[in-house]
């Protein structure tokens, strides 16, 4: 079945360790992103990108950092520069812009904890 | 501004109609869409309306549009236990069609 694989599912880290958030896609979408889901404040976008080798700030980018190899990967680092990095992390795809049909394919989510 | 804004909670007795409201800012908006999260998953899209229509009616869900005074809501006919969710209303833009601003979320409770 086709769909978004987000691992792990539930990641503790002490702080001022780095930790990377996986994020796979086979539905062969273009443009991919990442949220950060925090109570009371619904999503707010970290990164996105439209196409391989390239991606875009969102509007909470400092503390973390992407990449963009293959088209059907994108993951997220949360750095030790994060300042509150415990959230519920939800990567998304999307076939290109959204401005079409605006349909985001989720994740489930990864739910980081910094002990 | 950027703002989308939603009530955090609503609760409804089984078998009543839901209604969910969010107010926008941008005047610029193509699309508006409504998304639903069960506990601990992601969002899923429930329906969307583009920005020059009124109302769109699919099964349980009619959405309205007031476009003057930027309102959106969401009506959800005959709620069941199983729409006990969390629903974001998001808005897309003319001029960043790759980022949905969404709205905080609206915890619907169904009471038996």
């Known amino acids: 079945d086709g769909g978004i694989t987000q691992s792990p599912k539930y990641l503790f880290r002490k702080e001022g360790q780095n930790v990377t958030l996986s994020c796979e896609q086979n539905l062969n979408h273009d443009a991919m992103y990442w949220y950060r889901q925090d109570p009371g404040q619904g999503l707010r976008l970290i990164y996105y990108s439209q196409i391989v080798n390239d991606f875009q700030k969102g509007d909470i980018a400092e503390g973390y950092s992407v990449s963009r190899e293959k088209k059907e990967s994108f993951p997220l680092t949360v750095t030790s520069a994060q300042k509150n990095p415990t959230a519920f992390y939800l990567c998304a795809s999307s076939r290109a812009g959204t401005g079409v049909t605006g349909e985001l394919f989720f994740g489930e989510g990864s739910r980081l904890t910094v002990l | 501004g950027e703002d989308v804004e939603q009530s955090l909670f609503l609760s409804v007795r089984e078998g009543d109609s839901s209604v969910i409201n969010c107010t926008y800012t941008d005047s610029s908006s193509t699309y508006l869409y409504w998304y639903k999260q069960e506990p601990g998953a992601g969002l899923q899209l429930l329906t969307y309306?583009?920005?020059?229509?009124d109302m769109k009616q699919d099964q349980r869900l009619t959405v309205l549009l007031n476009k003057k005074d930027k309102h959106l809501s969401l009506r959800i006919a005959d709620t069941q236990t199983g729409d006990s969710a969390i629903y974001f209303c998001?808005?897309?833009?003319?001029?960043?069609?790759?980022?949905?601003?969404f709205g905080s979320g609206t915890r619907l409770l169904v009471r038996p």
């Open positions: 998001a808005e897309s833009r003319m001029d960043s069609s790759y980022k949905l601003i």
């Open positions: 309306i583009f920005s020059n229509m």
